[in-house]
Structure formats: C-alpha cells, structure tokens
C-alpha cells in the first residue's frame, strides 16, 4: 500500500495525463536508469510510457527518485524536487541524493535546512573536504562568512587546487568586503570552472561591486544561459540591466525571472519602475510625431 501511494504521489506531483507501454519490468527500469539522462527518466513518468511494480520502486527507489528530482531541480522546480527526495526514508537514502536535497534546499533560500542536511552528512564521513567546502558555501551565501572561514581555512592549499574550494573562498572574501582578493579566487575558480553557473555568477556579482556593470552584465547573462532555472542569478541580471539603462532587454528578463520567483518584492518594484518608464518614452515618442514637421527654407544660390 505504501508503495503504490508513492507511485500515485509521483504520478501526480508531475502531473502524468498519459499511459501507455505499461511494463512492469526491472530490468527496463535498470535500463532507464542506466541512460545516466534524467530528461528521459522524468518524460517517461510525465507521458506515462513508463510504470513500474512495487518490488521494482523498492529495489531502485532512492537512484529513480534521486534522478527524477535531478530533473525537476533542472527545470527550476525545487520544492517538487525536494518533496520528492524526503520520500526517500533518512536511513536510505544516498549520499548524492543528500546531497541534491541540500542543493535544491540552497536554490530555494532555505539555508538552514541545506545546512542541518550537510552537517548530518559530515558526521557520518568527517574526513570529506567536498562536504566541509558545501557547509561553507552555505554560510557564506546566507550571511556567515566568519564561520564559514574557519572551515576553509582548515583545507589550507587544497583550496588554490580546486575550483568549488575557490568559488567558495571568492564568496568569503567578497562578502568580507575583500573585493580584490576575492576577484582573484573567483577567476582562478573560473578558470577552472569557465561554465559553471554559481561561479559565474559571483565573480559578476563582484564586477557589480566594483561598477564594472558591462562584465558583470555579461557574466551573469552567461550565468543564466548556463542554468535558466538560477533565479538568483537571473534576478541580479535583470538589475544590472535596469541599472545599464537597458530598459526593453530588463523588464524581459523581469518577467520570466518572476516565473522563476513568483511573488518576490524586488522583481515586482522593478518591474513596475521599468514599465513606468518605458511607457514614459513612449508617451513622449508620441508627442514627437505629433508635431508637424519643420521645413526648412532652402536659399537660392547664384549660378550664374
């Protein structure tokens, strides 16, 4: 019974209209899995072309469940994402789902549950450095860089060889209003990691910082095509557009941002500011036409 709630959960929270070449087949669902493509895996429970038996949900729950959240997470649907992930009993599930779980929990603001996920991930593998750096960037990005050094700075030159290690150090640095120093990690991670969103996008948030807004500009619109669904990125895009005076181009990105982040007071203000004036221009526009046009007086030469 508590299986085929799951699966009537699953069927729903993605919003499945459609069945059809219904197996009951482990060995396809270890096939589906094995394609390591989480589009394929979460289309084939949207249309329906796949369904599964208990025994076969119980014995790949946390893999299947891991990689359609990883998808949902790619579309920007987080809270489904995570939804999905805590079904997964605790004692069960993976180290990457856990992982993924603090992510998503990171992608929608909610710092401290992404950071009780790690620590209780870094109680079971102390030794792991990528789980001290997660823990870091966690309270760095929600507003303690001090505690977040101290975990750093125990990783000592791990951190100059590592690009996640350098992107986090970059956000300590900056958030400590070492802006020059932190523009340096943020390029060596960059370097490293020339088309990862989160990098990206914080070397442009120092280049904002500085009043570099054309690199920044361009950073952060990279940031997006990267990842579509980094809301966080999108919505400081769409501010160093309005702050460049690109109005058209702002008000664009405002709108599918706001897709993104419904109800968020910023991109609302904003969006209402660059409305207001661009229907100023407009309205100007129009009284320009409106007046008649000069003609000018054309004197006539001497040919003779």
């Not at 100059?160 to 150090?169: A, I, K, S, Y």
């Not at 008000?251 to 419904?262: A, G, N, W």
């Not at 221009?281 to 046009?293: F, M, N, R, S, V």
């Amino acid at each position: 019974m508590f299986f085929r709630l799951i699966i009537l959960i699953l069927f729903i929270i993605l919003g499945v209209t459609a069945f059809g070449n219904v197996t009951n087949s482990s060995d396809n669902l270890s096939a589906l899995l094995a394609e390591k493509n989480k589009e394929i895996i979460l289309t084939a429970f949207e249309n329906g072309t796949y369904m599964f038996g208990e025994d076969d949900i119980r014995l790949h729950q946390d893999q299947l469940y891991k990689d359609l959240a990883a998808g949902l997470a790619h579309r920007g649907e987080y809270s489904t994402a995570a939804d999905l992930l805590l079904l997964i009993p605790d004692e069960e599930r993976s180290y990457d789902s856990t992982l993924l779980l603090a992510f998503v929990y990171t992608r929608m603001n909610k710092y401290d549950q992404a950071l009780k996920t790690v620590t209780a991930l870094r109680a079971k593998y102390p030794d792991d450095t990528d789980l001290d750096n997660a823990a870091a960037y966690i309270l760095s990005i929600s507003g303690d860089p001090h505690n977040a050094r101290r975990i750093m700075e125990k990783l000592g030159s791990q951190i100059d060889e590592n690009g996640p290690f350098l992107d986090t150090w970059g956000t300590i640095l900056a958030a400590e209003g070492e802006i020059t120093k932190a523009e340096k990690a943020l390029k060596s991670a960059y370097l490293l990691l020339p088309h990862d969103a989160e990098v990206l996008s914080h070397l442009a948030d120092v280049y904002a910082q500085q009043g570099r807004l054309a690199d920044a500009q361009d950073l952060y619109q990279r940031a997006v095509r990267s990842d579509p669904a980094y809301g966080d990125a999108a919505k400081k895009y769409a501010l160093v557009l309005k702050d460049l005076g690109r109005y058209p181009e702002a008000v664009h990105v405002i709108r599918k941002t706001i897709r993104l982040m419904p109800g968020d007071p910023d991109l609302i203000e904003w969006e209402q500011e660059v409305d207001a004036i661009l229907l100023a221009w407009y309205k100007t526009q129009e009284e320009e036409a409106k007046k008649p046009l000069l003609t000018k007086r054309v004197a006539r030469g001497n040919h003779s």
